[in-house]
């Protein structure tokens, strides 16, 4: 059973080819930003990205027809449960028009559907764990202002991806333990993960939770507000300076932690002193977490492209190995293989298949 998994980033389209669970194919086609830059829309991009699609798997011998399975990324929907997805009309009016935002990841699920209709295969396109993932306990909802709830998006299907694998080794249900996920790449998600559901966790794309490689995370609101209406910049360049540029990057210029780490080896106390503010941060948000599961924590999980850092991961557990002593690191992620996997486990009936 072949199976195309289409994960579509700002800067990149990533396309994996799987035969059940082995992986025959997989791609990231960087994408230049003056390039990107000449789309009006994320909607825009549709034409192009898919082509790229089809030229890779022509490529590598593959016809479209010969796919059984479409999968794609979720995006900015409607806030749901945690699942897996049969895409239909309704999901793709909801990410053509960006309910909850403009995205890249809105077209992930609009591809493999467009795709499977091409072949007739519309009811085989699915996605699993968007980005708008709404477990939260209620009371973790309120945000101290009526107009504004704290349901935001953040990296689901990795925050549970890793939560069952968790689970799978230590020979535990996930649906039984109490555990801290940490997601650190270019946003920053940590989520208190209870007998099954993540109750809590911060907007990682809507300005809370700790500052990363490229966003602002949590402001002092006032203060926010003061630059809102100070004249000196646009909605547009307030909301790059929020998402995009902010966090490290504003601080430093960079985006890309390797380069922070040459900065610190070179002297640069500036740098160092942003990275340990950024672990900080992070601790700051797990122990908030521990809070959200009353100090009942079987495991805090470490996991993104951040965790191959060992001076981020060592500043991390020196300040939350109070909470337990079982800190465990999952370098990296695998949205591809999660996304494929999800797909596959619903159809052998270990997890539920949904119509959105």
């Not at 540029?245 to 601080?251: A, F, L, T």
Request: hydrophobic content about 40%; glycine content about 10%.
């Amino acid at each position: 059973m072949y199976i195309l998994v289409i994960n579509p980033g700002s800067t990149s389209t990533k396309i994996a080819v799987y035969n059940n669970r082995t992986q025959l194919i997989y791609r990231t086609f960087n994408h230049d930003e003056k390039e990107m830059a000449a789309f009006s829309t994320i909607l825009d991009q549709k034409a192009f990205r898919k082509q790229i699609i089809l030229d890779i798997l022509q490529e590598h011998g593959f016809r479209l027809n010969d796919i059984d399975i479409f999968i794609g990324r979720g995006g900015l929907v409607r806030h749901l449960q945690s699942g897996v997805y049969r895409i239909n009309d309704d999901y793709i009016h909801d990410a053509s028009v960006g309910l909850n935002g403009e995205h890249a990841s809105n077209l992930g699920a609009i591809l493999a559907w467009e795709l499977a209709r091409a072949v007739n295969k519309q009811e085989m396109a699915y996605t699993v764990d968007p980005v708008v993932v709404d477990e939260y306990d209620p009371i973790a909802k309120i945000s101290g202002m009526p107009e504004i709830s704290r349901v935001g998006a953040f990296h689901a299907l990795n925050q549970k991806a890793v939560a069952h694998r968790y689970a799978t080794e230590t020979n535990r249900p996930y649906s039984t333990l109490k555990l801290i996920v940490a997601h650190l790449g270019g946003g920053i998600s940590v989520g208190a993960h209870r007998e099954g559901r993540i109750v809590d966790v911060n907007s990682a794309l809507g300005g809370d939770g700790p500052f990363s490689p490229e966003r602002a995370g949590r402001l002092p609101s006032y203060e926010l507000l003061k630059l809102c209406f100070s004249g000196q910049y646009t909605y547009a360049q307030l909301k790059k300076k929020l998402i995009g540029e902010g966090g490290v990057y504003g601080y430093l210029g960079t985006k890309d932690i390797r380069d922070v780490e040459q900065q610190i080896m070179d002297g640069n106390k500036n740098a160092q002193d942003i990275l340990e503010a950024m672990a900080y941060q992070i601790a700051k948000e797990i122990a908030s977490c521990a809070a959200v599961l009353e100090g009942w924590v079987d495991a805090i999980i470490i996991t993104g492209g951040i965790a191959y850092n060992r001076r981020i991961v060592e500043l991390i557990r020196q300040r939350v190995s109070f909470i337990t002593s079982e800190i465990v690191v999952y370098p990296g992620e695998d949205e591809m293989f999660a996304l494929a996997d999800g797909v596959l486990a619903a159809m052998e009936g270990q997890r539920e298949l949904v119509e959105y």
